[in-house]
């Protein structure tokens, strides 16, 4: 490694040192020989310690967070998971996530977003009540994780007993029969994650619903024998 170093005892006898070789100010050549040893430090310092020489220009060229980039790349794994119409955008680099909807969609103020595909009729469920629905669910890339529909029968669900995803009841609870709606559920509001379950890592849920009914529930005793029955 060369160092520069200056020497300015007499400005007469100035002198310029790079290593063991000295340059005389009043040398013709100075001019010369000063710039062709320092573009060979640079060359050399740049060479020997890349990160740290040009840290300054990597970050200011570099742009950790290319939306369009991403959005283009969600857009194409999407399609190939033949994701439904108007589904959401995820803009995911490392921990950070924007989600990117069309106007229609409603966000609320715990995170939750949902998109109103048909409003039903009659009443919203309360807690204690049964619902009964279909639903779709989907991760970020659109590709379809659940299905009621598949499965041949809807899902039944006692309102209010935490049996639901925090996010999934949020979004139901003030829907009516004959209404669908896709929600998008937030990791907060979310499922939990571990081996042990079937969802592996923090990301955003989507559920298409519909909402066929919405029973009230009697607790029946019959003798040592009680039960809730809905209807």
Do not use: W
Request: charged fraction near 30%.
């Amino acid at each position: 490694m060369r160092i520069f170093c200056s020497s300015n005892h007499n400005l007469k006898d100035e002198t310029i040192c790079i290593g063991k070789e000295r340059i005389r100010k009043e040398d013709p050549n100075y001019e010369e020989n000063l710039k062709r040893r320092g573009l060979l430090f640079f060359f050399i310092s740049s060479v020997l310690f890349p990160s740290s020489f040009f840290a300054s220009a990597k970050t200011k060229n570099k742009n950790p967070y290319d939306e369009k980039r991403l959005l283009e790349q969600n857009r194409r794994v999407q399609e190939a998971n033949n994701a439904p119409e108007d589904f959401p955008k995820f803009v995911r680099e490392g921990f950070q996530v924007k989600v990117v909807t069309s106007d229609n969609y409603v966000k609320c103020d715990s995170g939750l977003i949902y998109l109103d595909i048909e409003v039903g009729k009659g009443d919203c469920p309360k807690a204690g009540q049964q619902v009964t629905f279909h639903y779709v669910g989907y991760n970020e890339s659109g590709r379809r994780i659940d299905s009621t529909y598949l499965q041949g029968s809807p899902a039944r669900i006692r309102v209010g007993t935490n049996a639901l995803v925090p996010g999934f009841e949020e979004g139901i609870k003030d829907m009516r029969p004959g209404g669908k709606r896709r929600v998008i559920i937030p990791p907060e509001l979310g499922p939990p994650v571990g081996p042990s379950t079937f969802f592996s890592a923090k990301q955003f849920e989507v559920f298409d619903v519909e909402l066929l009914s919405v029973q009230n529930c009697e607790r029946r005793t019959i003798a040592f024998y009680s039960d809730l029955v809905c209807n």
